[in-house]
Each structure stands twice: as structure tokens, then as C-alpha cells.
């Protein structure tokens, strides 16, 4: 049977439409059952009041439950390859941050390679971490402090989270950077290395702005410098570290990464979702409750910021031959 001209167009045009229906129509029906948030480290933490803050405003805009999920264990790494060896359908993401770019250098055998395998989805939250010092320590200001350190090598103790955690690389960078000694004490976790910094058995430590700031403002620590290229909202009378020693910049970022092979619609949707919620002002609000700015970057740019961030901190890990605990 010979069709006329205008129906074989209408159905040739309906046939190359075919091929589509099936991403539009999984798009469209993203999600139809609970998504899961993956962090790589116990509750209580920074990346977990992050998670936990962005979970329940995501769940209503989705119309899904966004179940947060903690797999602490392996300095993150076993919760990413958890994620990246799960199905690409949208349905378990992982809270990534700068531990995730030290992590790619820190570690020569990892079962994956973070940067290839995962699909950047949505930033989440820049912050800054603090210079603290013990108020035993008779610097004021970062000048005083480097010169103070510069006059007493070796004596001034570094405390961090852990040998390669992010307290500890900013801390080498600035050391780096300056020019001063001084011994790294890495415990294990940032509680119990700001307990000992309140204590005095510890001088310094790099430390986060959310589980330090009340520490701050009651005169228990002093806060000489926050690590951000610009001040912080939360401590605007602290000065920046690069103000005094230019091109430093050692910000925590955080966001959310999916399998590589998960189909691009669904991650799309996922950053409109998300950027939107970052919009609203009860979320910037919230964010900066927790000492950061929102950060909404579209996938491209998240990937950007991540690989950026991967190679900065690259060349700390080998330039200080940092190895992991």
C-alpha cells in the first residue's frame, strides 16, 4: 500500500521521535522511590548537617523521600567506590567534597579514579576554615603568628583530623607558603583535635568554622585568619590568610556526585532542583548558620571546580610527601 506523501512525513517524523520517548519519559518520571545521600563519614559532623539540612528540601521538590546515608569508613574512599560501583539511575548519590580531591593523590591504589568515574551533579556550600590558635599563643594577628613561629621552629603543634585530611593540608600549605615549622599532630577526627586545642596540649589547628565559632566568639580560641579568598559573613572582623600572604586559598567545598554512566536528564534535573533550593533564602540562611555560601554551579562547572581542586591539592600531597595513617 502506497501511502500519500503528508502521512508517510507525519509517521517518519512520529518513528524519529521514538528513540527520545524513552529519556523524556524516564526524566519525567524521576524519582518514583526514595534516593539515597551517601557521606563517607559518621553523623555529627560538617558533611552530615549539610546533607541532613539539603535532604528534606530536596525531598519536597522531588516529591521522594532523600534517605541520608552514612558509610564511615576508609577516609571516604570506601563510600565513594560504594557509589560508583552502584546502578547509574539517579537513586544513590555521594556527598563529595575537598577530601575527595586530597584523597586522588593521597592514596596510590584506589579501586577507582574519581575524576573519571563520577558525574558531577550540584555544588553545594563553600566555606572556610579557621586559623585557631590556643589564646596561650601570643599572636594576635597572621603577621605575629608567622613571626612568632619563624622564632620558635618546631615548637608550635599542629593539630588536624587526620595525616591528609583537609585541616592538615591547609595547615602544610601554609607552611609551604611561609616558610615556618611546625609539628603536625594528626588525631583522629576534628572533635577530639579542637578538644585538645581548647585544652592547650595543641597551638594550632585549621579548623571548621560551624564546630568552632561559639568557641570564638567566647574568647576560648582566637580566630586569626579565615582561609577564603574573601571574609567571612560569620566573622566579618577576621581578616582573610591571603591578606597577609598572597595566593593563599584553602576553602571546603561540598556537593553531590552520582556514577558516571548516570543519564545526563536526571542529573540536569537534579541541578535545577538543587539550584533552586540554593536560591531560596531560608537555605542561604541555613548555609550560613554552618559557616558557608551557597554554591551554585551548573554540572560542567562543578566538574571544573572538582578537577581544579584535585590538581591544587595534588601538588601539596607530593611537594609535603603527605601518606595516609
Same mark, same amino acid.
Given at each position: ?58 525531598? %519536597? ?24 560501583? #552502584? ?210 554551579? #551548573? ?8 578537577? %581544579? %581542586?584535585?590538581?591544587?591539592w595534588g601538588k601539596v600531597v607530593r611537594a609535603a ?5
Amino acid at each position: 500500500m502506497k501511502l500519500p506523501r503528508r502521512q508517510f512525513l507525519h509517521l517518519a517524523a512520529g518513528a524519529a521521535a521514538l528513540p527520545a520517548l524513552p529519556r523524556v519519559a524516564r526524566a519525567q518520571a524521576y524519582p518514583m522511590r526514595p534516593v539515597r545521600i551517601v557521606i563517607g563519614l559518621p553523623p555529627g559532623g560538617n558533611q552530615d548537617a549539610i546533607a541532613r539540612l539539603i535532604a528534606p528540601l530536596l525531598s %519536597e521538590w522531588l516529591g521522594q523521600q532523600i534517605v541520608v546515608d552514612n558509610h564511615p569508613s576508609g577516609d571516604n574512599n570506601l563510600a565513594a567506590e560504594a557509589v560508583i560501583r #552502584s546502578p547509574p539511575d539517579g537513586y544513590t548519590l555521594l556527598l563529595v567534597g575537598d577530601y575527595n580531591a586530597i584523597n586522588a593523590s593521597l592514596y596510590d591504589k584506589l579501586g577507582f579514579d574519581f575524576v573519571r568515574d563520577t558525574a558531577p551533579v550540584a555544588s553545594l556550600i563553600r566555606a572556610p576554615a579557621v586559623l585557631l590558635v590556643n589564646p596561650s599563643v601570643p599572636a594576635k594577628t597572621v603577621p605575629e603568628f608567622i613571626a612568632y613561629a619563624k622564632a620558635n621552629p618546631g615548637r608550635l603543634t599542629m593539630a588536624s583530623a587526620g595525616s591528609g585530611t583537609p585541616p592538615h593540608i591547609a595547615g602544610e600549605l601554609f607552611k609551604m607558603m611561609t616558610g615556618v615549622n611546625m609539628l603536625h599532630v594528626p588525631y583522629r577526627g576534628g572533635g577530639p583535635a579542637l578538644i585538645d586545642l581548647l585544652g592547650g596540649q595543641v597551638q594550632v589547628l585549621f579548623g571548621g568554622l560551624p564546630a568552632s565559632i561559639e568557641h570564638i566568639r567566647a574568647g576560648k580560641l582566637r580566630a586569626l585568619a579565615v582561609t577564603t579568598v574573601e571574609r567571612s559573613p560569620a566573622l566579618p572582623d577576621i581578616p582573610t590568610v591571603a591578606n597577609f600572604v598572597p595566593g593563599y586559598e584553602a576553602s571546603t567545598f561540598f556537593g553531590l556526585s552520582a556514577p558516571r554512566a548516570t543519564p545526563p536528564e536526571i542529573v540536569e534535573r537534579l541541578n535545577r532542583e538543587i539550584n533552586a533550593i540554593l536560591a531560596d533564602p531560608v537555605a542561604k540562611a541555613r548555609l550560613a548558620d554552618l559557616g558557608g555560601t551557597a554554591l551554585a554551579l #551548573s554540572p560542567a562547572g562543578f566538574e571544573k571546580l572538582i578537577a %581544579e %581542586e584535585t590538581e591544587k591539592w595534588g601538588k601539596v600531597v607530593r611537594a609535603a610527601n603527605i601518606k595516609p595513617e
